[in-house]
């Protein structure tokens, strides 16, 4: 073992003597105590060779400095050159975060670069959301990677969770030094996450600001930014001004340019993530033309991540993070490009479902049509009575009528009792479940479908398309899926929402809802249900007075639910 520490020394001191770097790594001395290199720092690991060096500090263009570490595999020669992983901090967190998975990496021959944002805890700079500051702030990492430790220049990939994520997509596709990236709980479109169909998430964006401003030093137009989106009185010039500044921020405007490299993309997604939901996700991962791979798993966001990064135990996802690095930045035959492109989590089941791609070849559009609750009423068809609830039927609706609802109270239906934590509890398996009879007639409205006779295997994202007439310029619906069983009680599959804020009061109107994608088995016996009302604790009300809508039927036009499934 001594001779194996003295042969690392010295060819990190030969490397090191080169370069004349500020990066320097020592044998463990005789009688010293040595347990880990997170603990021994600047020490040569007497077990694997690695050594980690801490309190770095990385300047930028506009001299900021940013704090930063790495960790370094063997070093056996001062020829070597090995590939590396950059690796960029969570929102509100630091370079710490990926210590674990660091670890891993480095005694797997990577050199591991982690650098916390402008911003945040002891960076300078303000935290500027992925702007451009920040991708050429990666261009500086990538500097000082090639000037400070042995690095293989030509397969040098990115990699973060959130925040991070973001930052090494769009970077991939602006910095040809970047050859791969591997971007986890990631956003596709920021648009669609600070102001999804129209509707400010209230909840996560208070986590954001909150926690921004905790451990960070925001840009003041992060908060100002976000305080509009949540006034139902911001202009319409205003809102564009906030999308021409989310847009620049968003990976799937750099599409074009990644597919123009044929950059290889790693992605990984939480079906329960309501900060940034899969949606958008999904589509950028349709339009990437190069060599891609998909996870899409239960959790909410970046918590399955979390055991991988930090503490390096073993983890579905960073093991196929670590796999697609080890293809393309190693040249290991290791099959990870030939598997399918795509893999789902099963909602409440731990199967895992291989898929080509996405949308997958042999997944179809199922289509229920909407018909309406309308009144309460004998219906001598049935010998029963009916208005209780709306129907999903398989063919097109003839009634004409009108299911009417206001926004006087929340109903039963909900994303969760508490926001992030019920969503939190469906990973751990234990839905968020409702008995639909009681959802308040006047404030919801259910439709229910008929019994399945096999179960309907849903994967991706479901669409619910209705006609709405409301009563003022502003409109809210929320929409719930539910498996219902025979009881009435309904287990929440999925959720969508869409707001309107100029609407023409008393005109009709195409009002189209995107649920979060999902993948869920609704078993044999049970039967599809969507319930539709005004509220939902995750999101911010467009008017703070009294709002009525009417769900419009008859005419020729159908409302229609449309679900996704595999053949």
């Known amino acids: 073992m001594q001779w194996r520490t003295a042969v690392a020394g010295l060819g990190l001191a030969l490397f090191f003597g080169q370069v004349q770097a500020m990066v320097s790594c020592q044998p463990v001395k005789p009688g010293e105590v040595f347990v880990s290199p997170i603990t021994n720092p600047r020490k040569i690991s ?15 263009y506009d001299g900021a400095k940013l704090t930063a570490n790495v960790f370094l595999p063997r070093i056996t020669h001062a020829a070597q050159r090995f590939p590396a992983v950059v690796m960029i901090n969570s929102w509100a967190l630091a370079d710490f975060e990926y210590l674990g998975q660091a670890a891993r990496l480095a005694r797997d021959g990577y050199v591991v670069y982690s650098y916390s944002t402008r911003g945040f805890w002891q960076s300078e700079g303000q935290v500027e959301v992925a702007g451009p500051q920040d991708i050429r702030d990666v261009s500086t990492a990538l500097d000082w990677l090639q000037s400070n430790v042995p690095v293989d220049m030509n397969n040098v990939g990115i990699s973060g969770i959130s925040y991070g994520s973001g930052i090494s997509l769009i970077a991939l596709a602006q910095e040809p030094r970047l050859k791969t990236a591997a971007a986890l709980s990631t956003w596709g479109n920021l648009e669609d996450e600070l102001y999804p169909a129209e509707t400010p998430n209230q909840t996560w964006a208070d986590i954001l600001v909150h926690s921004g401003k905790l451990t960070g030093r925001l840009n003041p137009i992060v908060p100002q930014y976000a305080a509009a989106l949540r006034d139902p009185a911001t202009t319409k010039s205003k809102i564009d001004e906030i999308r021409i500044w989310a847009r620049i921020r968003s990976p799937l405007q750099y599409v074009p340019m990644l597919n123009s490299r044929q950059a290889p993309v790693f992605i990984s997604k939480n079906f329960q993530d309501d900060m940034f939901t899969p949606n958008s996700s999904l589509e950028m991962f349709r339009r990437l033309t190069g060599p891609k791979k998909l996870l899409v798993n239960q959790g909410v966001h970046a918590i399955p991540e979390v055991p991988g990064a930090l503490l390096g135990v073993d983890n579905y996802i960073y093991n196929q993070a670590h796999r697609w690095f080890n293809y393309w930045l190693k040249g290991e035959q290791n099959g990870v490009v030939d598997e399918p492109k795509v893999t789902m989590e099963v909602k409440f ?26 009144g309460v009423r004998w219906d001598w068809g049935c010998w029963c009575m009916k208005g209780g609830a709306g129907e999903l039927n398989d063919q097109p609706n003839q009634v004409v009528a009108d299911d009417w609802i206001d926004n006087k109270f929340d109903t039963t239906a909900t994303s969760g009792l508490i926001p992030v934590f019920s969503t939190l509890a469906e990973s751990i398996n234990i839905p968020v479940v409702t008995w639909l009879p009681s959802v308040l007639r006047g404030q919801g409205v259910r439709y229910e479908g008929p019994w399945l006779n096999e179960a309907l295997k849903l994967r991706g994202i479901p669409k619910l398309h209705v006609k709405l007439k409301p009563s003022q310029p502003q409109a809210q619906l929320v929409a719930y899926l539910y498996d219902l069983d025979a009881l009435g009680w309904g287990t929440l599959i999925t959720h969508g929402v869409r707001t309107m804020r100029d609407a023409v009061p008393g005109q009709v109107m195409d009002f189209p809802i995107e649920f979060s994608a999902t993948a869920y088995d609704v078993p044999a016996g049970h039967r599809v249900a969507v319930v539709v009302d005004t509220r939902d604790s995750l999101y911010t009300h467009p008017s703070n007075g009294y709002l009525d809508m009417r769900l419009m039927f008859g005419g020729g036009d159908q409302s229609v639910l449309t679900l996704p499934s595999l053949r």
């Open 46 to 60: 007497p077990v694997d060779g690695t050594c980690w060096v801490n309190q770095l500090s990385l300047t930028t």
């Open 349 to 374: 089941s731990r199967v895992r479902e291989s898929l080509d791609t996405y949308p997958a070849s042999n997944m179809i559009d199922r289509n229920y049509y909407l018909a309406p609750r309308a």
